[in-house]
Every structure is written in structure tokens, then in C-alpha cells.
């Protein structure tokens, strides 16, 4: 063949391809985000009947139930899309335990389309998300996360699909929180991270070239970066989100007081003027997203609904508090008409589970408790003292709750684990989270989780040295001046003196020094110096006196704090314990705070 009929073929191929004829589509979505190794229910406090009542929601089989239910519900030729936006992995002992290989099963019983990257399944590094990938029968896409050919991941992802539907091609692009990925996780150095909205644009403009208008998003890179990438691109229609683990919903959530953060769908204008419209269905197997969707022939949004659901248990204690606040459990009509209020609305679906999901669900669940009981390391040397009668330093115990230090190094160790990039200065942990001493001996998973059974997250904050000393007054204070003395502060990589009382100025801190983590001495802190602080998500959010870390907008990284215990007496099989606190405190031996 004719250089010149080849060229002739090529043109007319991509004239076709261009201008494809292109017809309206019904389409409905359902997702989920951010599921973390949550196989199981989770209990959420929200109002029923004006009243704040504890129900028990979710489950992994029994949301598989609802999404079967729905598709049994449609036409076999009206079958929704289902997709996962990210960090399926990560953030219980089923993680921890089985390496993805559960998380795996259960999101191949859910078969799901497609699935996206999330920045926690690179925390066990490109061998640990390997292990996830080789189990997953899932279609992966991300687009700006790019190994290269000799990275153990290559090939094991697309940056897009395009997905027929009724004749019609929908195009799906992948997406991964970029800037996470690489500061707070563990991807190899042979594996390229780009800008979002540089990719996601490159990949439209393909599938533009390919004849596709319909383009959703299946993006990991939250509501903030998400909808940046929505107003500085041109073609996308929709974004499934995941990452901020926020709930979009609607007036009949908001009745029942559940966390709203923005509407479902929410509505935002693209470079071109045109809408495109995100949800996020919140976290774990809390809720399923689902949307149905009318595009026109030019492929944009001409109406949009959606419907998200929350199954409930009816096993349920329903637990509240009485005009005293004394818990008590509703029985009778009082729970006859907690049910009925429930089963009388759209978002919320009585829970049961599919049968095949609860197979798997109930092997891991089984192995999970036998493999509880395993050995995670040893502790030898001394007890180091926690728990409520050690939580301020005292006559008896000078030093105060050295179990507290060592909860904040583990925290610290944990940020410190994903490299160079993550660049943590230090911990600052409340006593009050430490309910016991920490005893010398072998440790094993259900330790972790009995010693920190609140399911705590690790949050990140950018804090100027000035503002460190403000949280560490504040918190010395609310302990020793009348609210929780389980405020009282410990930290890792960080030191501090203070006093009982304040001083004419008013403040009770003498000294705070700060490790050097390269050369391992202590210095100054400096207060206009800006530090990487990790913590807890309950103090974080300014709970415990510490107003100020609620003022800054940290990030969680919905890393477990028991989860940082296990990896870090995994890393140090037998470890010394601790035999100082990392806080000198000059208290009153004659007028001693007391433990409250």
C-alpha cells in the first residue's frame, strides 16, 4: 500500500473518530470511598426523634446486599456503574493481619467496575500494594501515578477506560491525591507522581479524540483538590471523590443531625462554563452513594439525582442518655418507634447481609480472632507508668506517664516510616489516651488494640513554633487549672519544663527543645520556625484544652494509633522501654494536682 492511502486511511479514521455520532444516556452510579479494611459495622451517634441515639450502621456484606438489591431493582441493559474511589486498604487489624489479600475478596464479591488508587494503598510500599493488586479481579485506573518499566507495578493499572453503555461511550479516568501520596505514604522511587489537573486534562483531550463527551472522574484527590481539578479542566461531567471522607447528603440527613458537609451532588463550573457535579459517599461502609444521571447528546449533565443509602442493624442498642445522662437502652414502643422513624425514610435501608460476602466475611472475622493472639514483639526493662494516676508527674513517679512518651514515639516512628518526604518534627500525645501502664513481656495484636481502644487517627499539623507553646500552656492548663488532668502532654522528639504554677507572666513552660532528627541533639524550639506536628485526631480537634491545634487545619491520615504501636514493636522485636518522660515538672509536693 501507497505511503499517501495510508495517510489518506489515518485522516479519515480520525475525522470518524472526532465527530462520531453521539446520543443521549441514563446513567446511574453507585460508590463507595476511603472503606479501609472496614469489614465490620460501625456505631454513629445521630438524633432520631430529637433525641442523640447510637445505632449501629454499615458492614461490608451488608452494604454488598444493598448494591445487589439495587442492581436486581434495574433492567438487565440498565445496570449502574460501580466504582471505588480509593484507600480500600489500610486502617484496621484485617489490614494489618492480611496484607489487602481480604480487602481484596470483598471488594471482588461487590464487583465493582473500576476502581481508583487511594494514597494508603502505597503505606506497605510497591510489594505491599502488589499483594492487594495480584488478589483484586478489578479493573485499577489512576493517571498521574506512573511506574516505570522496571517497577514491579507496571502494567498492573490504566489511566482511563472507556466503558460502553447502551451504545454509548462513557470515559473513566483515574486520579490520585498526588501531593499525599508522595509525602505521607510509601511509593517507590521508581514510580513518576504528577499534577492532578495536568493529567486529568491530558487524558480528557484523548478520549475527546476518541469520540467520548461522557467523562467522569474517579478521583482520590478529596473535595478540596477535586474541586480545583473541576474548575481548571474542560470535559469532565462527574466526580466520585474519596479522600476527605466527607458526607455529601441532603434535608433528610441534615433532619436526622448526621455530618453533612456539602450537598449531594454538589455543583461546581469547569473552565468552560460548564457544570460538573462531585460526590463523596463518607467513609468506611457507612453509606452508598448512588446517582442517576441524564446527559444529552453533546455529553453534558442535563439532570442529575441522587439517592445515597445507609443500611442500619436492627439489633441495634439504640442507646441515649436520660434527663439525668444516665445511658439506658430503649425498649418497648420508645424502640418500636426509633424503627419505624427509620424505616419510614429514603436514605436509610434495613441491614442484611449478602450471603456470599458474609462467607468471606466470616472466615477472615474467624482468623482475625485466632490470629489476635499473635506475638507483634517484646517490651523488656522496666513497666513504664500510664494510666489515670500517672498522668501528671508526682512525688511517687517524678517522671508522670513515660507510657505516654512511648505512645508518642510509636506515633512518630509510624510518619517517619514513609521516608524523606513526610519530614515530622515530633509527637505530642494526651496522657488521658494512655489508660494503663504499658508492662514489659510480649505484646501481641490485641494488646495494641486493648491499650488504644478509642480507634484514634494520626493527624498532621503545620505549626509555627510560637503556636507549639501556645498548645502546650493551653493543655498544662486545662490539666492542672480545674478541667481534664488527662490533658497533661507528652511528646517524642520533643522535650519541655514546666511549672505547677504560672509565673508572673502567666505562663507555666520554662523550656521546650525539639530533636534534631538528623544529628540527634535537642535545640531550642523556635517561634518563628515551622514545624510538622503529629498527634491524635481527638486533641487535633481542639478537644482537652487544646484550642489551638483546633484552630489549624490538620490533615488525618486515618492511620490507626494502635496500628502505629503494632508497626513499632514489629520494627524493634525487643525493645528497651523508655525510663524518662521527656518532661521535667517542678510540682508541689504538698499541694499535688489530683487526677481527674
Not at 438489591?69 to 480500600?88: F, I, M, T, W
Not at 445515597?308 to 442498642?317: G, Q, W
Request: aromatic letters at 10%.
Amino acid at each position: 500500500m501507497k505511503k499517501s492511502s495510508l495517510i489518506l486511511i489515518t485522516i479519515l479514521a480520525t475525522t470518524f473518530q472526532s465527530y462520531a455520532k453521539n446520543y443521549p444516556l441514563n446513567l446511574s452510579i453507585v460508590h463507595m470511598n476511603d472503606t479501609h479494611s472496614h469489614f465490620e459495622p460501625e456505631t454513629v451517634k445521630f438524633t432520631i426523634n430529637g433525641k442523640p441515639t447510637s445505632v449501629k450502621i454499615g458492614g461490608f456484606p451488608e452494604v454488598i446486599h444493598e448494591l445487589n438489591e439495587y442492581r436486581k431493582s434495574l433492567p438487565k441493559n440498565r445496570q449502574p456503574l460501580v466504582l471505588h474511589a480509593g484507600d480500600a486498604l489500610n486502617g484496621t487489624l484485617y489490614y494489618t493481619l492480611f496484607k489487602g489479600v481480604s480487602d481484596a475478596k470483598m471488594i471482588n464479591a461487590a464487583k465493582f467496575d473500576y476502581l481508583t488508587l487511594g494514597n494508603h494503598e502505597f503505606d506497605s510500599g510497591d510489594k505491599g500494594l502488589k499483594i492487594f493488586l495480584d488478589n483484586l479481579k478489578v479493573p485499577v485506573l489512576s493517571s498521574n501515578i506512573i511506574p516505570n518499566k522496571k517497577s514491579i507495578l507496571y502494567g498492573y493499572w490504566k489511566p482511563y477506560a472507556i466503558k460502553k453503555i447502551r451504545g454509548e461511550k462513557v470515559g473513566i479516568i483515574g486520579l490520585e491525591f498526588a501531593e499525599k501520596t508522595r509525602e505521607s505514604s510509601s511509593p517507590g522511587k521508581d514510580i513518576k507522581i504528577i499534577d492532578e489537573v495536568q493529567a486529568v486534562q491530558k487524558y480528557i483531550n484523548i478520549l475527546k479524540k476518541k469520540g467520548v463527551n461522557k467523562i467522569i472522574l474517579l478521583s482520590h484527590a478529596g473535595v478540596k483538590g477535586n474541586t480545583r481539578v473541576a474548575k481548571n479542566t474542560k470535559g469532565l461531567d462527574v466526580i466520585i471523590s474519596g479522600d476527605s471522607h466527607f458526607l455529601f447528603g441532603n434535608d433528610e440527613m441534615r433532619k436526622f443531625k448526621l455530618p453533612v458537609i456539602s450537598e449531594y451532588p454538589t455543583k461546581v463550573m469547569s473552565l468552560s462554563n460548564e457544570p460538573v457535579y462531585i460526590v463523596e459517599g463518607w467513609e468506611y461502609t457507612k453509606l452508598l452513594g448512588r446517582l442517576d444521571i441524564k446527559f444529552s447528546k453533546s455529553g453534558i449533565v442535563k439532570s442529575i439525582k441522587g439517592n445515597p443509602v445507609i443500611v442500619y442493624h436492627e439489633d441495634s442498642s439504640f442507646e441515649r442518655k436520660d434527663e439525668n445522662g444516665k445511658k439506658y437502652t430503649p425498649k418497648g414502643k420508645e424502640r418500636e418507634e426509633i424503627l419505624e422513624t427509620l424505616k419510614n425514610t429514603k436514605t436509610f435501608k434495613l441491614a442484611k447481609p449478602d450471603k456470599k460476602a458474609k462467607k468471606i466475611f466470616d472466615k477472615y472475622y474467624k482468623l482475625k480472632k485466632q490470629l489476635g493472639d499473635q506475638v507483634i514483639g517484646e517490651l523488656t526493662g522496666d513497666v513504664m507508668p500510664g494510666g489515670s494516676e500517672h498522668r501528671i508527674p508526682h512525688k511517687n513517679n517524678p517522671k508522670g506517664s513515660i507510657a505516654t512518651r512511648f505512645v508518642a514515639e510509636t506515633m512518630l516512628t509510624q510518619m517517619r516510616s514513609f521516608g524523606e518526604n513526610s519530614k515530622v518534627d515530633f509527637a505530642i500525645q494526651n496522657s488521658g489516651g494512655v489508660r494503663q501502664n504499658i508492662n514489659t513481656g510480649k505484646w501481641t495484636y490485641n494488646d495494641a488494640y486493648n491499650l488504644l481502644p478509642f480507634g484514634n487517627t494520626l493527624y498532621l499539623l503545620n505549626m509555627k513554633g510560637s503556636q507549639v507553646k501556645n498548645v502546650i500552656e493551653e493543655a498544662l492548663d486545662y490539666g492542672l487549672g480545674g478541667g481534664s488532668t488527662g490533658s497533661f502532654p507528652y511528646g517524642a522528639g520533643l522535650r519541655y519544663e514546666a511549672n505547677q504554677y504560672k509565673d508572673k507572666n502567666g505562663k507555666r513552660i520554662v523550656k521546650i527543645e525539639v530533636e534534631n532528627a538528623k544529628t540527634g541533639k535537642f535545640e531550642d524550639l523556635q517561634d518563628d520556625k515551622d514545624y510538622v506536628v503529629v498527634t491524635n485526631g481527638y486533641i487535633a480537634k481542639g478537644k482537652d484544652g487544646y484550642k489551638t491545634f483546633g484552630k489549624i487545619q490538620g490533615k488525618d491520615t486515618f492511620i490507626p494509633d494502635a496500628q502505629s504501636f503494632i508497626k513499632f514493636l514489629q520494627m524493634h522485636k525487643n525493645f528497651k522501654t523508655y525510663t524518662d518522660s521527656n518532661v521535667i515538672f517542678h510540682f508541689d509536693e504538698n499541694n499535688e494536682v489530683k487526677t481527674k
